[in-house]
T-cell receptor
């Protein structure tokens, strides 16, 4: 049973465009939702995270939108750049991050000039 | 700080061999994790530990063993390697604090079992 469903599997965006990656979860006990970015040959690194008491969090060109009633959250990358080309993973956990993360399957983003 | 270090970076095993993947962190984190990453499948948790002497199974523990005798080290043992264990293995550590759990990942070990 996949607890966090991520889409799309792959995404190609023009430079300067908006990249949108979506995730849906099933467990209503989840209360911490991070996004991780992974470049080829490297380990994932935390990009941005949100808790369900807010509907949106923005850090630079990266924004998480969170819809608690729909049990969905998404990552928006504004003004996408070739350097953003990577694999992005959404994740979720409960107990304020004190339990292990459950990861989505990942989205491979390619930003083309 | 070196962060999370993993050795080896690459390894080829024959079916039935055993090996230990090493993981160490110098951030004094209580929590440590082992994941495996298969193409298109995301990261699956193998084992985790919330402190020295405490370990717990994740989603895919079969064929693996762990120990946590110190805060710094969290080795993963593969006994009787099988082709299904061909994967990239990542170790991570964290220190959940006030609802924030940033996991810091190592560079990974690419394992091939032939």
């Amino acid at each position: 049973q996949q607890q966090v469903k991520q889409s799309p599997q792959s995404l190609i965006v023009q430079k300067g465009g908006i990249s949108i990656i979506n995730c849906a979860y099933e467990n209503t006990a989840f209360d911490y939702f991070p996004w991780y970015q992974q470049f080829p040959g490297k380990g994932p690194a935390l990009l941005i995270a949100i808790r369900p008491d807010v509907s949106e969090k923005k850090e630079g060109r990266f924004t998480i939108s969170f819809n608690k009633s729909a049990k969905q959250f998404s990552l928006h990358i504004m003004d996408s750049q070739p350097g953003d080309s990577a694999t992005y993973f959404c994740a979720a956990s409960r107990d304020s991050g004190n339990t292990p993360l459950v990861f989505g399957k990942g989205t491979r983003l390619s930003v083309i000039a | 700080n070196a962060g999370v270090t993993q050795t080896p970076k690459f390894r080829i095993l024959k079916i039935g061999q055993s090996m230990t993947l090493q993981c160490a962190q110098d951030m004094n984190h209580n929590y440590m994790y082992w994941y495996r990453q298969d193409p298109g499948m995301g990261l699956k948790l193998i084992y985790y530990s919330v402190g020295a002497g405490i370990t717990d199974k994740g989603e895919v523990p079969n064929g693996y063993n762990v120990s946590r005798s110190t805060t710094e080290d969290f080795p993963l043992r593969l006994e009787l390697a099988a082709p299904s264990q061909t994967s990239v293995y990542f170790c991570a550590s964290s220190h959940p604090d006030r609802g924030i759990d940033t996991q810091y990942f190592g560079p990974g070990t690419r394992l091939t079992v032939l």
